[in-house]
């Protein structure tokens, strides 16, 4: 299950599929994907495939998850990231060691309370968690130097973009079911946003509020 064989195979898929960022890879290599799933379904875990994780929620696939993250790092350090969307913390450890601080938000308590006691046993002390509605990001925190969206609203929210610092990025998933585009949404220093289509996917939808 766990098998240097099995995370290798993995790898070169992600490689086939055009990343190439060789810490990204290597994150998605030594990170233990079988546990931000449920038992039954470990021997899947190192499947290019997403996972459902409960609550109506999926763990991403590790392609999506290595495309995300190597886009987000791809302008240069990133010292204050805000994730929204830390569902099972897959997406959060994979960045974690490649930025400063991840701030990321949760709008489900048990996957949040569930994240939060896998990154502590992975000993990850970088991340601040928060239970909150995503679509409101953080701003008693920002500036942000990088934004990653794990779930996808109908349009751009633009308290997200308002809480995004001079040549920040974000990179969010934006349409509904079946029409789903990835974004690179870079902010100028004369204030505009500079817009890129990275590649279609599927995630489940951002949803405002928050759910104990």
């Not at 509605?133 to 990088?146: C, K, R, V």
């Not at 990653?148 to 929210?157: E, G, R």
Request: aromatic letters at 4%; hydrophobic letters at 40%; proline letters at 6%.
């Amino acid at each position: 299950m766990t098998s240097a064989r099995t995370r290798d195979r993995l790898i070169k898929r992600l490689q086939s599929g055009g990343i190439v960022n060789p810490e990204v890879l290597e994150r998605i290599r030594n990170v233990p994907r079988h546990l931000f799933v449920d038992e039954a379904l470990a021997s899947r875990a190192y499947e290019d495939t997403a996972l459902p994780i409960g609550h109506g929620q999926t763990i991403s696939q590790p392609y999506v998850v290595a495309r995300m993250t190597e886009a987000l790092i791809g302008g240069g350090p990133l010292r204050k990231i805000l994730e929204v969307g830390t569902g099972c913390g897959y997406q959060t450890t994979v960045l974690a060691p490649l930025v400063g601080q991840i701030y990321s938000i949760e709008r489900l308590a048990p996957l949040l309370q569930r994240a939060r006691q896998t990154l502590f046993e992975l000993g990850i002390k970088n991340v601040r968690f928060k239970h909150g509605d995503g679509l409101q990001g953080w701003p008693e925190e920002a500036p942000f130097d990088g934004i990653l969206v794990a779930a996808a609203p109908a349009t751009i929210p633009q308290d997200l973009v308002d809480q995004l610092a001079v040549d920040g990025r974000m990179i969010i998933p934006v349409g509904g079911r079946g029409g789903q585009e990835l974004l690179q949404l870079t902010r100028r220093k004369d204030g505009t946003i500079h817009r890129e289509s990275l590649c279609l996917v599927s995630f489940v939808p951002l949803l405002e509020g928050k759910i104990r």
